[in-house]
């Protein structure tokens, strides 16, 4: 077998992945469309207003934590650490952390921020727990965004004149801007979605929150009870309704951070 026919064989594979990733996505995101926009009214949105709040609340305290410690993390590893093997073994820790079960953390949060440092059952104790969960994304999305700036803009940077600081101001972390927004969309996405984390330390109550230290349902919460506890058709309707809303609700953060992007290119 010669080497063209491999390639077009490796391809073909290549493209058969590819379509069936697609048609996956779509087909799941068809189903529930499908299934969930009948739900949508007036009515479902003033029932699930709390859970609505909650879920941004969390997701604005969430990125409000871990964006910066992670951006901040992957410039030191990748412009100023100059010990590799300090570099590796904390890489290491971070792809490490990205495999934990979310349960864990779960149950970290719940020890350490509900019980020990006393939050309670409280969208702090859940965004924080949330915050570290997200962080390993961050940190090795924006560290792989800060390798491909090349090594030729920093030098022409400081050719001119300008600080470290600066050419990581002006420069680099510009070039780099839509690696870190992937990585804070990937993060949002993550956040929107858990579930189990947020059980064990945001809570279940339905309430509209007054506060970060209010415990509160988020609608991934709200919708694993729903299916949990369903015994009607009425019941699924209102799963697949939530579902509808949170996919909605991701796609609007979606364009809405790639409209920021755009505005400031």
Do not use: C
């Not at 490796?10 to 992945?17: E, I, K, N, R, S």
């Not at 491909?148 to 780099?176: D, H, Q, W």
């Not at 506890?229 to 979606?254: Q, S």
């Amino acid at each position: 077998m010669n080497t063209k026919i491999k390639d077009g064989i490796l391809l073909a594979l290549v493209y058969l992945a590819a379509i069936i990733t697609i048609a996956s996505l779509f087909g799941i995101l068809g189903y529930i469309l499908w299934n969930g926009l009948g739900a949508l009214s007036f009515n479902f949105f003033i029932d699930l207003a709390p859970s609505i709040v909650t879920t941004m609340i969390v997701i604005g305290v969430s990125i409000l934590f871990a964006v910066p410690v992670g951006i901040f993390a992957a410039i030191y590893l990748n412009e100023y650490s100059k010990n590799r093997k300090i570099v590796e073994l904390i890489n290491f820790a971070i792809d490490s952390l990205a495999g934990i079960p979310s349960i864990l953390y779960g149950l970290f949060g719940l020890v350490f921020f509900v019980i020990t440092l006393n939050f309670n059952w409280s969208i702090l104790s859940g965004s924080l727990t949330l915050a570290i969960m997200i962080l390993p994304v961050i940190i090795r999305v924006t560290q792989e965004s800060l390798k491909m700036v090349p090594i030729s803009f920093r030098e022409g940077s400081f050719a001119l004149g300008a600080s470290k600081v600066m050419t990581l101001g002006k420069i680099v972390i510009p070039s780099a801007s839509r690696g870190i927004i992937t990585a804070v969309i990937l993060s949002i996405g993550r956040i929107v979605g858990e579930t189990a984390a947020v059980f064990l330390t945001v809570g279940t109550v339905n309430k509209m929150p007054s506060g970060v230290f209010s415990s509160g349902r988020t609608l991934s919460v709200h919708l694993y009870l729903l299916v949990k506890e369903a015994i009607g058709p009425d019941a699924f309707n209102e799963a697949f309704g939530t579902a509808t809303l949170l996919i909605i609700i991701i796609l609007v953060i979606v364009l809405f951070t790639q409209l920021i992007f755009r505005g400031r290119k």
